[in-house]
């Protein structure tokens, strides 16, 4: 009997832990989870509390600050950038539009039962740069060395900033300086310059999480201030009396020289000269205008100048008796005339002179052929004479001796 009593006991203790397991299951089977959100400035977060085995408990929603934006689904607080879009038995879903620095922080997700549960929604909010500047320590001279710094005054986390010229970064020093949550961040090159280097592009490139693997640029003019360069263009050619003259001063500097100045070496401009500008004109040349020109031109860093020396030829009519007015045009035509006249009758000359060579050399050979060829009858007659005499000779001989 006392065994049935303690089995039946230890039986009620083992049903009871049962259902109090269960009961403690279905309590603490209710659960909340947050996620973590990353906006940019001025975007829109979605904040989410995930609800597990929810049974119609108390939900609340409250900001950093802990204070309460919405209770059971209803507003709370008057922001009505928080907006609740959504409270089902699986999420509570509440959206933050124009997101400011001042909304980072913690959300609370609070589930209130036997035991009150909560999970902590991080949002982290991005400050990209927003705009690059470039600072230059002293106005550019050609053979010095220019201070360039480029800056950005708040981003989120700290931006990177690179100096980058023809695409080759140019190394530079780097400064961070922390305000509150933000930074602002620099970095300054110095780099050599001559005047070839005016006009040309550098670029100062930022890049930030917030953007998206892009890159914010700032494209740099370099402006290299150099003393001026003198380039006088004059026409090609001989120059005669009565011809016109037009001489142009093309100046490169900067600053660029606002005017130039004419002058001639040794004496003053014709009188008939007129000056536009840049360009010096003399109409109707003589002699009495020859002499050297001189274009000069200056600005704050140096003076340049170039000439051109002017020889005015007497003109070809002069040599020409004007008997009428087509003689002016016979003048000038003739000339080409005579010189291809001319270089003819080289031509003829040198021709006959070969001929005259050529036959020569013809006639030469002949008559040492037949000298030699009248020489050798000679000789062969002879030999004939004295083999024909030869028996006259002997029976001469003969004769003597008998």
């Not at 209770?71 to 922001?79: P, V, Y």
């Not at 270089?343 to 037949?370: D, E, N, P, T």
Request: proline share 4%; net charge negative.
């Amino acid at each position: 009997m006392a065994a049935e009593i303690g089995v039946v006991g230890i039986h009620g203790i083992y049903v009871a832990w049962i259902v109090l397991l269960s009961i403690s299951t279905q309590v603490s089977g209710q659960a909340v989870a947050a996620e973590n959100v990353t906006v940019v400035e001025g975007g829109t977060a979605e904040i989410n509390c995930k609800l597990q085995n929810y049974d119609g408990s108390i939900v609340v929603i409250q900001n950093p600050a802990r204070q309460t934006l919405f209770f059971n689904g209803t507003r709370a607080l008057k922001d009505e950038r928080f907006q609740l879009v959504a409270f089902t038995r699986k999420v509570v879903k509440i959206m933050l539009s124009d997101v400011k620095l001042e909304d980072e922080g913690g959300y609370f997700c609070q589930l209130y039962t036997d035991d009150t549960h909560h999970q902590i929604a991080i949002l982290t909010v991005l400050v990209p740069p927003a705009n690059l500047s470039v600072a230059v320590k002293q106005q550019p001279v050609e053979g010095q060395d220019v201070e360039l710094t480029c800056s950005v005054d708040r981003t989120k986390p700290a931006a990177t900033i690179h100096w980058f010229k023809d695409r080759k970064e140019i190394k530079g020093a780097v400064s961070r300086q922390q305000n509150d949550k933000t930074f602002s961040v620099a970095n300054t090159i110095r780099i050599h310059v001559e005047r070839q280097n005016d006009g040309e592009t550098i670029t100062c490139e930022a890049s930030h999480p917030a953007l998206n693997r892009q890159k914010k640029q700032l494209h740099h003019i370099l402006d290299v201030q150099y003393s001026p360069t003198v380039k006088l263009q004059h026409p090609p050619g001989v120059l005669r009396e009565g011809d016109n003259l037009g001489l142009k001063c093309t100046v490169k500097g900067n600053p660029q020289p606002t005017s130039v100045t004419w002058s001639r070496l040794n004496d003053t401009l014709p009188a008939h000269s007129d000056i536009q500008g840049d360009v010096l004109t003399i109409p109707a040349l003589s002699m009495l205008d020859n002499g050297t020109y001189i274009c000069e031109a200056s600005n704050i860093h140096g003076r340049a100048s170039d000439q051109y020396i002017l020889v005015v030829y007497e003109s070809l009519i002069s040599f020409v008796e004007v008997q009428d007015p087509g003689a002016i045009v016979e003048a000038h035509t003739s000339t080409p005339y005579a010189i291809i006249g001319g270089i003819l009758a080289v031509l003829v000359f040198a021709l006959i002179c070969v001929l005259i060579v050529m036959v020569w050399c013809s006639v030469r050979q002949k008559g040492s052929y037949l000298t030699h060829e009248a020489s050798g009858l000679d000789e062969h007659g002879e030999a004939r004479e004295a083999f024909l005499n030869g028996n006259e000779t002997h029976k001469r001989k003969e004769e003597f001796f008998i």
